[in-house]
């Protein structure tokens, strides 16, 4: 039989209550990162499907230096500086002129923090732009995240985001709700991660499934949220156990 929060002592309700707003702060915090990470992808200010199919499935019609020249790190580099590295990708990314124009301009706002990482730990760090050759290495077409960039993070978000829809539905559990309602919300996002992420690989090969993680990631705030909102509700608020609820059982 579970308990409900009008069983819990107000040691428990705080700890509850504690938990979930840490977490709701710690999820507005990371839908902050996402939209700051991503909103500058395609070039264009605000964060859209357009930002998300570029970071999949990449821009086919330009390199993947230049796409980070015009997303994530645009605002590290001068208009002008950032024409003259794509006139000189465009012209066929010479070592001559490299050496006279592009160089200079990677040694005063990249190299900074793109050295490279042989031998470190950290390996899968920001590309190397140290020279010439590993310049070079950038200056393909840009075809998206890696799949193997893919796994890692994929791995990561499965197993954290498990735990924390398994902790935070254990609580959930406690509300006083429609039997259906009440499962709805508990499985709602863990459908919903599951589909983000193979939408994420699938992603790389049509950008279509951008809207596919853009409506997952959106069924998950809803039924994440959605349970925060209401736990939080009915811990301190009392709750008339209504016919059909699920609230002792």
């Known amino acids: 039989m579970v308990r409900r929060f009008d069983h819990c002592d107000s040691s428990e309700r705080l700890l509850y209550t504690a938990y979930l707003l840490l977490i709701g702060v710690a999820y507005l915090m990371a839908l902050s990162y996402l939209y700051t990470s991503y909103q500058d992808i395609d070039g264009k ?20 230096l230049e796409a980070a020249l015009r997303g994530s790190m645009a605002a590290h580099i001068s208009i002008e500086q950032r ?30 923090c793109h050295r490279s990482t042989k031998g470190m730990m950290n390996a899968s760090g920001p590309p190397d732009l140290t020279s010439y050759a590993a310049v070079r290495e950038v200056a393909d077409v840009d075809a998206g995240v890696s799949l193997h960039t893919l796994m890692k993070v994929s791995h990561i978000h499965l197993f954290g985001i498990g735990l924390l829809l398994l902790s935070v539905g254990m609580i959930f ?20 991660i599951f589909v983000d992420i193979i939408a994420w690989f699938l992603g790389r090969w049509d950008p279509v499934y951008a809207y596919t993680t853009v409506i997952a990631g959106g069924l998950l705030a809803v039924g994440l949220g959605g349970q925060i909102i209401i736990s939080l509700y009915q811990l301190w608020l009392p709750c008339r156990a209504d016919k059909g609820s699920n609230g002792s059982s």
Do not use: M
């Open 83 to 112: 024409y003259h590295i794509v006139s000189w990708l465009a012209a066929g990314a010479s070592r001559a002129e490299y050496e006279q124009l592009i160089r200079p301009i990677l040694a005063e706002r990249c190299i900074g």
């Open 45 to 64: 200010p605000g964060l859209s499907a357009d930002d998300v199919a570029d970071n999949y499935y990449g821009n086919r019609s330009g390199t993947r």
């Open 173 to 192: 559990r406690r509300v006083c709700l429609r039997a259906w309602l009440k499962t709805t919300l508990i499985l709602l996002p863990f459908v919903a």
